[in-house]
Structures are given as C-alpha cells and as structure tokens.
C-alpha cells in the first residue's frame, strides 16, 4: 500500500484519519501543526507525538513536498519556482515581496483548459488536477524555505491568491481542503479577505464556494460585451456576463470583503479605447459592487497581441474613476523572469492539443478612440 501524503489532508480529514490509526482526535492538531506552522517532514522531530503514534505513522504515511526543478530571482524581489508534478509536468508559484505583505501565487492545474487569448499557461494546454497535497505543498515550501532565508520564525506569506496555472474552480474538489489548510488557525491562520480564488467565471462552482469556503474572489472579466468576451475568455459562450455577475452578487452575501475583483487585461486596440470604457462603467455601475484592477499585458509570441500603451491604460482608468468604480492599475512584477501575470506556462504534457485549437484569426472589435 502506498504511504499517504499527509499535505493532502486539511484539519478534519487529517483526525479522521488519525481515528482510523486508533488515535484521539487531538493528535492531529499536534500533527497539523507540526506540519504546517514548523514545515517539519520528519516524524521523529514531532517530540510531544506518542513514541507509538511515530512509529505507525512512519509506516503507513509520509510528508512529501514537490521537487524544485529551477528558482529564478527578479530584479525587483519576486520569486519563481518551477515544481515537478510527474509525468513530463511541472507548474510554477512566485512570491510578489512586498513593504506591507508577502503574496505568494499558486497553481491549481498543470496547464488549463479555459484557453484565455491572452493568457501563456492556456497556450501551453491541459494536462491534469493538481491535488490537494500538490496545491498546499506549494504554500508549505516557499513558506519555510523563505522563512530560513530571513531567518525568522515569523510568518512570512501573508496573501495568497490562486492565480497560477489553471482555473482553480475547475478542480474544486481539491481546491477546497487546500483553502481549509491555509485559513486554519492550526496550520497557515491566513485571513479569509487575504485568500483570494482567481476565476474565468466558473459560475455554478461560484455558488457552491459561496457556501462552502467563502474566500475573497476575482473574476477575469476583460470585457464589456458578450461578443469581444467570447473570442477573449471562451468560457464566456457558456457563462456569459449577465449569469457571471448575477453569481458574483450571491457570492457576496457571504464573501469576507464587500467587493468582488474585476480583472481586466489591457489590450491595445482589442479592449482599451474609452467608449469600451463606457461600455464598462454601464455594465458594472449600480450592478455590483466592485473594484476593477487594470492588467498589463504581458506579450508572448503566440497570443498575435500588444500591450495597450500607457495613455491608453490612464485613459481607460480616467473613465472609471470619474463614475465612481474604484480602479487600480497592477504593477507589473517579476516580468523580467516571466513570472508576470499570465506568463506562467510552466511544462505541460497537453491533452488538449491547445497549439491547434488556439491557432485563430485576430480577435475582431470595432476600434473606439
């Protein structure tokens, strides 16, 4: 029988099966703890653990992370590490330093199916789920690897946001304990408004987060209309924007923040002249509550797309403001090592053949100025 890696549990799954060990429930706090607040992988380092608890333990059940394939250093502080999960795969997670808080990205898939135009990890295809043990042991490496580099038993990640490789609502199963682990007071004690799911528009999968693990959610949207956000963000001929912000208002009768996130990846001449603009402000004014963050496009060969420049993007965010949507403009991190948002490809062994399915004509939009 194989050993069981205990990074896939969170709190309840890991007592459950310390009952089936013949165990009380409390030592899978000690456990837990062990895991995550020290990052310890080696039973016989959990001291206060029943000498006999260590030893079946170490016997039927391991702690494994994920191997590190390459780290990469940006000028500016940003840390990417590409993970081997087997089979030819491998995904990518980055920590984004900054002066008030540690943001680690994390992925949820080895590749994606969605197929966003300007997104590089959708271009590489699908492959597979990441597990549960695969999504946390992402979060439980860069945590204690950072922390021995600063040589701090303080908390070092303090946000964590779910917008690596693949569209995380899309492997909800594992997803979801993953999220458990990181809020757990026991394990990462991360706040629910600084955990934050990234999603396509997934919406029954919307619903269902709503009440199972409401965290803090940002919707790619990345246009106004139906039609621009068809060729965009395919999934939207199966959730189009009327259904998608209908579910992001359920989602926040229960949400820890008051706002959903919009993401809106700027594209010059495709979705960032000023009536395109209006077109937004229509859209989302007095619909739902919201913050728009403005996305740099980060090019890559086989997108046939361009950054929208500067002005356009200061124009763009102009509009927005003066109605009144709060608008930020992301800085771009990490670029220089291709850790930038939507530059995480990783090593995916597609199952999709996403080189022929992606291979389009240009995307088609009536040009505003």
């Given at each position: 029988m194989d050993?069981?890696?205990l990074?896939?549990?969170?709190?309840?799954?890991?007592a459950?099966y310390?009952?089936?060990?013949?165990?009380k429930?409390?030592?899978?706090?000690?456990l837990?703890?062990?895991?995550h607040?020290k990052?310890?992988?080696d039973?016989e380092q959990?001291?206060?653990?029943?000498?006999?608890l260590?030893?079946?333990?170490?016997?039927r059940?391991?702690i494994?992370?994920?191997?590190?394939?390459?780290?990469?250093?940006?000028a500016d502080?940003?840390?990417k590490?590409l993970f081997?999960?087997g089979?030819?795969?491998?995904?990518?997670?980055?920590?984004?330093?900054?002066d008030?808080?540690?943001?680690?990205?994390i992925?949820?898939q080895?590749?994606?199916a969605?197929g966003?135009r300007?997104?590089?990890?959708?271009?590489?295809?699908?492959s597979r789920n990441?597990?549960t043990?695969e999504i946390?042991?992402?979060?439980w490496?860069?945590?204690?690897n950072?922390?021995q580099?600063?040589?701090t038993?303080?908390?070092?990640?303090?946000?964590?946001v779910m917008?690596?490789m693949?569209?995380p609502?899309q492997?909800?199963?594992q997803l979801?304990p993953?999220?458990r682990?990181m809020l757990?007071?026991?394990g990462?004690?991360l706040?629910r408004?600084?955990?934050t799911?990234?999603?396509?528009?997934?919406v029954?999968?919307?619903?269902?987060l709503?009440?199972?693990?409401?965290?803090?959610?940002?919707?790619?949207?990345h246009a106004?209309?139906?039609?621009?956000?068809?060729?965009l963000?395919?999934?939207?001929k199966?959730?189009?924007i009327?259904e998608l912000?209908?579910?992001?208002n359920?989602?926040l009768?229960?949400a820890p923040?008051?706002?959903?996130?919009?993401?809106?990846?700027?594209l010059q001449?495709?979705?960032?002249?000023?009536?395109?603009?209006?077109?937004?402000?229509?859209?989302?004014?007095?619909?739902?509550n919201c913050k728009?963050?403005?996305?740099?496009?980060?090019p890559?060969?086989a997108s046939g797309l361009?950054?929208?420049t500067n002005?356009r993007?200061?124009a763009?965010?102009?509009?927005?403001?003066q109605?009144?949507i709060?608008?930020t403009v992301r800085?771009?991190?990490?670029?220089?090592?291709?850790?930038?948002c939507?530059q995480?490809?990783?090593e995916?062994?597609?199952?999709t053949r996403a080189h022929?399915?992606m291979v389009?004509a240009?995307v088609?939009?009536?040009?505003?100025?």
């Amino acid at each position: 029988m194989d050993a069981v890696n205990l990074l896939g549990f969170d709190l309840p799954g890991l007592a459950a099966y310390c009952e089936q060990l013949g165990e009380k429930k409390f030592r899978a706090t000690q456990l837990f703890r062990w895991i995550h607040q020290k990052g310890a992988s080696d039973f016989e380092q959990m001291s206060d653990l029943a000498k006999s608890l260590r030893e079946k333990l170490a016997g039927r059940a391991l702690i494994r992370g994920l191997d590190v394939i390459s780290e990469h250093v940006s000028a500016d502080g940003t840390i990417k590490w590409l993970f081997d999960v087997g089979a030819g795969n491998a995904v990518e997670a980055v920590f984004i330093p900054e002066d008030d808080r540690g943001t680690l990205c994390i992925s949820s898939q080895a590749g994606c199916a969605v197929g966003c135009r300007f997104c590089s990890t959708g271009h590489q295809g699908f492959s597979r789920n990441l597990t549960t043990a695969e999504i946390v042991a992402q979060l439980w490496f860069a945590e204690h690897n950072l922390r021995q580099r600063q040589n701090t038993d303080e908390r070092v990640i303090s946000n964590v946001v779910m917008m690596g490789m693949g569209e995380p609502l899309q492997n909800y199963d594992q997803l979801v304990p993953a999220l458990r682990t990181m809020l757990d007071d026991h394990g990462y004690g991360l706040s629910r408004r600084r955990v934050t799911v990234s999603t396509s528009g997934v919406v029954p999968m919307i619903d269902r987060l709503r009440e199972d693990c409401p965290v803090a959610l940002a919707v790619s949207l990345h246009a106004p209309t139906d039609p621009l956000r068809d060729q965009l963000v395919p999934l939207n001929k199966k959730y189009p924007i009327a259904e998608l912000l209908d579910a992001c208002n359920r989602y926040l009768e229960k949400a820890p923040r008051d706002f959903i996130t919009f993401e809106y990846c700027m594209l010059q001449e495709v979705n960032d002249a000023p009536e395109q603009a209006r077109e937004l402000v229509k859209l989302l004014k007095h619909r739902v509550n919201c913050k728009v963050n403005l996305i740099p496009f980060n090019p890559f060969p086989a997108s046939g797309l361009v950054r929208s420049t500067n002005a356009r993007v200061q124009a763009f965010a102009v509009v927005l403001v003066q109605a009144g949507i709060v608008t930020t403009v992301r800085k771009t991190r990490g670029d220089d090592i291709d850790a930038a948002c939507g530059q995480l490809a990783g090593e995916v062994q597609d199952r999709t053949r996403a080189h022929i399915r992606m291979v389009r004509a240009p995307v088609t939009v009536a040009k505003s100025t």
